[in-house]
């Protein structure tokens, strides 16, 4: 029963005909052309301003849009939908590499480390793993939907989620238009963080317990340093084996990441800093009533 399990499970997610065959193509495959691509990062960003500029103007400074299930939905729908990237993505990795290990013989890649990193020059959008890569692209735009749902609750709307958002559905974009190397190992641990993060807001989104600590924040500074790291990789990979695929796009994608690092980094430190700042004022305040009471108590005793 477990056995059969297993090899429908792979079967569905790695050895189907619509992935092993998938080919990235404006002709054949939805959303894959850089019209669509800025028409919809265009209307991403006028939508999410006109929402916030009526909810701003409609609803009082003390009300919020009730949203009942929707943002619990939404978390345990993105939750499901990284598990399964993260599992499609991870059997196909594994099919790929059974089935051209034997090219690499022609390129210097001697690893499997040095495949997920680093692909061979002349590679092609094709088959499984990029059908996953697939996936996550179409998944990013469920993905937007949580600004819409923060706007209508919290009235927030900040320069780095729209340009964060934006960005994440550009490089998405570019893996797939460039077979940009590095992308399978991108993906993997985007989703793997992707299925925590998510699972942890259903988690509290249904009243359950959160962290004594701010969880989403610190998963995003792991992923951005194991990002980092293998960037540094990539780098050195293309250095000595003389060439990886998709670099002139990477290069390009490094750039924006930095970016967004910079910006949260910036965003992170002032949140810690505000957070010193109201632990300094609590204990202020706790100071002080702990002094008034004192020389009360010395009052009533001279008294």
């Known amino acids: 029963m477990r056995l059969s399990i297993i090899q429908s499970t792979k079967y569905w997610l790695s050895e189907h005909p619509s992935i092993v065959n998938f080919r990235w193509s404006p002709t054949e495959s939805w959303g894959s052309t850089w019209s669509f691509l800025f028409s919809a990062i265009t209307i991403y960003i006028i939508s999410a301003a006109i929402l916030h500029l009526v909810v701003s103007l409609i609803l009082r400074t003390n009300r919020r849009v009730p949203l009942g299930p929707i943002r619990a939905i939404h978390s345990l729908a993105m939750a499901m939908a990284s598990v399964v990237i993260f599992v499609g993505i991870l059997l196909s990795t594994a099919a790929e590499i059974r089935?051209?290990?034997?090219?690499?013989?022609?390129?210097?890649t001697t690893t499997v480390f040095q495949w997920l990193l680093c692909f061979p020059l002349g590679t092609r959008p094709s088959g499984r793993v990029f059908f996953w890569s697939y996936i996550f692209y179409l998944s990013r735009f469920l993905h937007l939907l949580r600004t819409f749902l923060t706007v209508?609750?919290?009235?927030?709307l900040t320069f780095f989620t729209l340009f964060n958002q934006s960005i994440l559905l550009f490089t998405s974009f570019l893996w797939l238009e460039f077979s940009q190397s590095f992308q399978v190992l991108a993906i993997l641990l985007t989703t793997l963080l992707y299925s925590v993060v998510y699972g942890y807001r259903f988690w509290t989104a249904i009243g359950l317990p959160s962290a004594c600590f701010p969880f989403v924040v610190s998963c995003q500074v792991v992923l951005l340093g194991c990002n980092l790291v293998c960037h540094f990789g990539v780098l050195s990979l293309h250095i000595l084996k003389?060439?990886?695929n998709g670099i002139g796009a990477w290069g390009f994608n490094s750039m924006l990441n930095a970016v967004i690092?910079?910006?949260?980094?910036?965003?992170?430190?002032k949140m810690y800093s505000y957070r010193r700042k109201g632990d300094s004022l609590s204990e202020l305040t706790g100071s002080s009533r702990h002094l008034h009471s004192g020389l009360e108590k010395q009052d009533s005793k001279g008294s």
């Open 99 to 108: 089935d051209t290990r034997w090219f690499w013989r022609r390129t210097k």
């Open 152 to 156: 209508l609750e919290h009235r927030k």
């Open 242 to 244: 003389g060439g990886c």
């Open 261 to 269: 690092l910079l910006l949260f980094l910036k965003f992170y430190l």
